[in-house]
């Protein structure tokens, strides 16, 4: 997954949840999450991968 795909993945899950319930749901520091979303921070594979995850869970949430 390319960085510009985290990055708006990010976004979407942060706007939808906030950061810290973002944070919460990875299992990291929020800080972390500021760091990917705002300084282009390295995200592991682990993590890109529980956050598309989340965006899968997240968008089944949403009615259409």
Same mark, same amino acid.
Request: no cysteine; charged share 35%.
């Given at each position: 997954? !390319?960085?510009? /795909?985290?990055?708006?993945?990010?976004?979407?899950?942060?706007?939808?949840? !906030?950061?810290?319930?973002?944070?919460?749901?990875?299992?990291?520091? @929020?800080?972390?999450?500021? &760091?990917?979303? &705002? @300084? !282009?921070?390295?995200?592991?594979? /682990?993590?890109?991968?529980?956050?598309?995850?989340?965006?899968? @869970?997240?968008?089944?949430?949403?009615?259409?």
């Amino acid at each position: 997954m !390319g960085d510009s /795909s985290k990055k708006r993945l990010l976004e979407y899950a942060a706007k939808r949840l !906030g950061r810290a319930a973002l944070a919460a749901r990875l299992k990291v520091p @929020e800080k972390m999450v500021a &760091d990917w979303i &705002d @300084e !282009g921070a390295e995200m592991t594979n /682990s993590k890109a991968l529980a956050l598309a995850d989340l965006v899968q @869970e997240l968008n089944r949430e949403t009615p259409k």
